[in-house]
């Protein structure tokens, strides 16, 4: 089997950004360069709206975080890599408008919102499938979902699965934004389908 043939079905895209911010939380120095800045992304930083969601400051934080996301990434890149690049860059650039729009937040870090997004569109995938069982527990887990950030729009901590240090707020507008660009996507491929 050649090596073109072994690498073919791996998950590469998910590992390389797995990769990449677990180096930028190794490096808080090149972090700082892209992370989510209010005020140095309205002045032109455009990069931010998309590497502040591979930068973590918290390494409990960002092992939950990553393992959701090399998960859902490599279950999605497995099955489409290009709705897979959909979700990733949709959740990332709704998540950021939405931070701008709907927040204070001067700053944000974390993959939860790209997490989010390639959750939502997961769910409505599955939900496709034959069964009505199968969809009642998928759509089950599509409410909790709602829920939960629901709960974090209403200052509420839902379901936190590592600490937080003080002072670290949950960015629920990120997580809705990054749902429904998950949402999007699932959609506008079966349309085209």
Known sequence: M????????????????LALAALLLLA???????RFEREPLLAGECWRALGGHLVHEQAALAAVDLAVFVALGAWWEMRSRGAYVAILLGSAGLASIALLAFSSFASYVGS????????????????????AARRWMLSSALGLFVAKCVLESLGHDALRLAPLEPGTRVAACAHWAGGVAGAVVVAWRHCRS
């Open 28 to 34: 808080p120095t090149l972090a700082a360069h892209l």
């Open 112 to 131: 939860s919102a790209l997490s989010s997004g390639l959750f939502v569109a997961a769910l409505l995938e599955l939900m496709r499938a034959p069964g």
């Open 2 to 17: 050649s090596r073109a043939a072994r690498t073919r079905g791996l998950p590469w895209l998910t590992l390389s950004l």
